[in-house]
């Protein structure tokens, strides 16, 4: 099955369990704006999707409150919510062994690609990646489509066919399917199963060791 040359990898979910982190980041502004919200668990719709989308969605934050909220998230996030994340077992191998067979690897976040950056060099994988990709710190560049469409055009040398999207979220599949690639559903990460089959992606997985048998 070894037809794929360029993998696209989202990061939260994905690559790393970065629940601490944005919980508490998220957390840590809402009450900054009066909203009290102790339990962690009911904060994980906010990993993956763009923070503009999910403030307004799971708080109805119009747009002056949701930017307020970003930057509060952010207070917190650049100083210690980035590093409250870890690996998920295999993932590192991984990398190593797609890297050795030749493929060339990138990531597509909805993260800024500075705050990604830091997280690939935290964890000692930058070296894997010949691109990493994300939003822009001002809100732009922030959905799927946008981000995997730049890889494309970055790479445009390559066939749609050679491109395949690999994350937790409805996003990245339907990024992925906006763009014209393949795609695979960790199931694994912090979409449901529901949600990742719905969006209808080229392959689903549960874990990390099922990705190995696609991708190689």
Known sequence: ?????????????????????????????????????????????FIGPPLQESFSAVYAF?????????????????????????????????LAQLK?????????????????????????????????????????????TEIIQYILDELSSYKKQDFIMIGDRKHDIIGAKNTGIDSIGVAYGYGSFDELHKANPTFIVHEVEQLGSILR
């Open 1 to 45: 099955m070894n037809k794929y040359k360029i993998i696209l990898f989202d990061l939260d979910g994905t690559l790393s369990d970065p629940k601490e982190g944005i919980t508490r980041s998220v957390q840590y502004a809402l009450e900054k704006l009066g909203v009290v919200e102790p339990d962690l668990d009911r904060l994980e719709p």
């Open 62 to 94: 119009d747009d002056e409150k949701t930017k307020l909220a970003i930057d509060y998230y952010r207070e917190r996030f650049k100083e210690t919510g980035m590093f409250e994340n870890e690996l998920y077992p295999g993932i590192e191998p991984l």
């Open 100 to 144: 050795a067979e030749g493929k060339r690897l990138a990531v597509a976040t909805s993260k800024p690609t500075v705050f990604a950056e830091r997280i690939l060099q935290y964890f000692h994988i930058d070296s894997y990646f010949d691109l990493v990709v994300g939003s822009h710190l001002d809100g732009t560049r922030i959905s799927k």
